[in-house]
């Protein structure tokens, strides 16, 4: 299940909340800024992007306000979810929002972007991470929108509704028994050697009477978040799924997605933390259909109560 997130054309001012985005990493570990190409024969040469570097630091904010405007703010309410190499405006983008939008492209600019080692900001001008920094900065727009709600989900054609009815899948990866009232699943299927049965267990334990039951997920059960990573589109397969009691009572749970962070690759991990928790949990809450969601990072497994405890007592 998308979420897509509508504006209509009539709108008030534009603010941005950047509370809970995690840093857009540049790296070289994913783009390399120096290369050198040695032929078999011939002379070696080095190639660089020092070109892209001179580009002025208020280039890069207006190119990636004018790419937000165009894929995003449309009197048509149509959103440009591709990437192609170049947007072009047209009748139908917003233009007088653009002092706006540049404004919000700056704070996040200065607030959100993390330049590590032999890397600088103009990178976000290759076509790539210019795409991925406007949906970010969209993502922080639509999270501070105070109005009416307008960010709504797109249900699969087929299979909106999936069950842990009926999982049946052989596997070679590490395993642990679970507790039959617990847990729907007979056993929890690990990515880890640790870390998914702590939580697994955390979530057993008879001290938390607030877990209801819960799954740890897998490709095999099919409940997948739809996300793009530089242009690519992916299927982000969360790790566990819990039903909580916070308070409304067993018959109205709160459906937790808890996301156990050990991923690797930074950028991989910022884009599906970001749309599951700014994009897919407020579509289907705002839809209704679906029962109540929220999504929490465990950072560190051995204090997981903790941590799950701090959703119940702030909810939002």
Not at 50 to 65: G, H, M, N, T, Y
Not at 114 to 140: G, V
Not at 174 to 195: L, Q
Request: hydrophobic residues 40%.
């Amino acid at each position: 299940m998308a979420a897509h997130p509508r504006r209509p054309a009539e709108e008030g001012p534009l603010h941005a909340d950047f509370t809970g985005q995690p840093k857009f990493i540049l790296s070289t570990s994913h783009l390399p800024t120096k290369t050198e190409n040695a032929p078999i024969v011939g002379q070696s040469s080095i190639h660089t992007l020092d070109d892209l570097k001179k580009r002025r630091p208020r280039e890069v904010a207006f190119l990636i306000a004018k790419l937000v405007l165009e894929k995003y703010f449309r009197a048509d309410g149509e959103k440009k979810t591709d990437r192609p190499a170049k947007h072009q405006f047209d009748a139908d983008v917003q233009v007088w929002r653009f002092p706006e939008v540049l404004r919000i492209t700056e704070q996040w600019l200065a607030q959100c972007v993390t330049c590590k080692d032999d890397t600088f900001p103009q990178l976000l001008l290759l076509i790539q991470h210019a795409h991925s920094a406007a949906e970010r900065i969209y993502q922080s727009i639509v999270h501070a929108d105070p109005g009416p709600k307008r960010l709504l989900p797109i249900p699969k054609a087929y299979d909106t509704v999936g069950s842990t009815r009926g999982v049946d899948f052989d596997t070679v990866k590490p395993t642990m028994p679970t507790r039959a009232d617990k847990c729907h699943i007979s056993h929890v299927v690990a990515d880890t050697e640790s870390w998914e049965q702590k939580i697994a267990l955390t979530l057993e334990d008879d001290d938390m009477k607030e877990v209801i039951c819960y799954f740890k997920n897998d490709i095999h059960v099919g409940f997948t978040i739809p996300y793009t990573l530089s242009g690519d589109r992916r299927n982000y397969v969360l790790d566990f799924i819990v039903r909580l009691d916070d308070g409304h009572g067993r018959d109205n749970p709160l459906n937790l997605i808890l996301e156990v962070t050990g991923d690797k690759d930074a950028a991989k991990k910022q884009a599906k933390v970001s749309t599951a928790r700014a994009l897919w949990v407020p579509a289907v809450n705002n839809a209704g259909v679906w029962g109540r969601w929220a999504f929490i990072e465990i950072t560190d497994p051995w204090d997981a109560k903790k941590t799950i405890r701090s959703v119940l007592r702030n909810p939002a």
